[in-house]
């Protein structure tokens, strides 16, 4: 509001201040000559404050929807990171403790289950040395298996929001295109719904099979549909988009699907379950009340963090609904498309029709305008 008075008040002092006399001219011109210009001056002045304001609503409100966006993108990632957090905090806090409790529990089975033996029995440092080697060898896998899978993962959804981003720069141009070419005909309502149909049934879900999504029939393909319905014979100015936009399509295809299975994970906690079983068994079997209780806690701590390392590499396999995944900045990153969809179906357009009027200098001369006043005087000499 203040922009728009400070605006104001400077055209209206620009429309009152009087006219500064030309090179050569005389210092004072008749009432009859500036009669014109200040006809002209006084009647532009209110096209140029509603102008003005114009475009200082249309600034404000596009500004507001901004900072709305602004703040659901925060609320929808603030709302992904409690959700990995409480999981990976859940299973790790819960798995700490227990193996607190069940630490002499495990020991013991784990001493009866590698020695037959139902007796706690002092070993030698040549068979801690040998078990310590193990501990270390099993460590090394771990760590060569759990790196390679997070730095994979974390490959993954890089490629995932690059592809998005792409995809979804795609679909607004195509939608555009589609309100240009096909505006005013009897299937554009149509094409329209199938950009929807496309929008709801293949972009948004990341929580499909990219095969299955890939594998769907062409009379199926709102694509398709979209082709069918703007080309007679010949591929129409639609071709080009529509291509491309399979092109993102695929891409995207392609980075959502696993390329880790199942059994990679299972091998993981496999892996740091061996770590623990070794670790076991380097702990002495009774030792005093204050090293009995050190054990406990340093060996709750390991199953803690392995835990923990488990869990975020499990968020970055899992596709959707963490702080690593895509889904909640694909909801924010589409719902302007879908917006606009929704209003283009309801009749309503987007062209801006609150451009300021031109300069004087390029408006045509009225046809019942007095001769002289057609265009602007020409400077003496």
């Known amino acids: 509001l203040a922009g728009v008075g400070a605006a104001l008040v400077g055209v209206l002092a620009s429309s009152r201040s009087p006219a500064l006399p030309r090179l050569g001219a005389p210092g004072r ?7 014109p210009r200040r006809r002209r001056s006084s009647s532009s002045a209110p096209k140029k404050i509603v102008a003005l304001a114009r475009a200082a609503e249309a600034s404000a409100a596009g500004a507001a929807v901004q900072s709305q966006e602004v703040r659901d993108l925060k609320k929808v990632v603030q709302r992904n990171i409690f959700k990995t957090v409480w999981r990976v905090a859940a299973w790790s806090v819960s798995s700490m403790l227990c193996a607190y409790i069940l630490f ?14 139902t007796s706690p029995s002092l070993v030698s440092d040549a068979v801690q040395g040998y078990v310590g080697n193990v501990l270390a060898l099993m460590s090394l896998l771990f760590s060569i298996l759990a790196g390679n899978s997070y730095t994979s993962l974390y490959g993954q959804n890089e490629a995932i929001f690059c592809a998005l981003f792409a995809e979804v720069s795609e679909a607004k141009a195509l939608m555009e295109q589609i309100a240009l070419v096909c505006a005013g005909r009897p299937f554009y309502r149509s094409a329209l719904e199938n950009i929807r149909r496309y929008v709801e049934r293949d972009l948004r879900r990341l929580d499909r099979p990219p095969s ?5 029939k062409p009379r199926d393909d709102p694509l398709e549909s979209i082709l069918y319905l703007t080309s007679v014979g010949v591929p129409s100015a639609v071709y080009e988009t529509v291509r491309s936009l399979r092109q993102r399509r695929g891409d995207r295809l392609g980075a959502v699907q696993r390329k880790l299975p199942p059994v990679q994970i299972a091998l993981l906690y ?15 079997m009774q030792p005093p009340g204050v090293e009995a209780r050190l054990c406990r806690g340093l060996f709750a701590v390991v199953v803690c963090a392995l835990m923990m390392t488990m869990r975020v590499i499990h968020e970055l396999w899992t596709p959707v609904g ?8 694909l909801t924010v990153m589409i719902r302007g498309l879908e917006q606009e969809l929704d209003q283009r179906l309801q009749g309503r357009t987007f062209s801006d029709t609150r451009l300021p009027p031109p300069p004087p200098s390029f408006q045509k001369p009225r046809a019942d305008a007095p001769a002289g006043q057609g265009a602007p005087a020409a400077a003496p000499a």
């Open 29 to 35: 011109r008749s009432a009859g000559a500036d009669e």
């Open 104 to 117: 002499p529990l495990l020991q013991r089975i784990c001493w009866m289950g590698l020695t037959w033996s």
């Open 212 to 216: 299955i999504l890939c594998a769907i």
């Open 270 to 284: 496999v892996l740091g379950g061996l770590n623990l079983l070794s670790l076991l068994l380097l702990i002495p």
């Open 322 to 329: 963490g702080a690593y995944n895509v889904d909640g900045v």
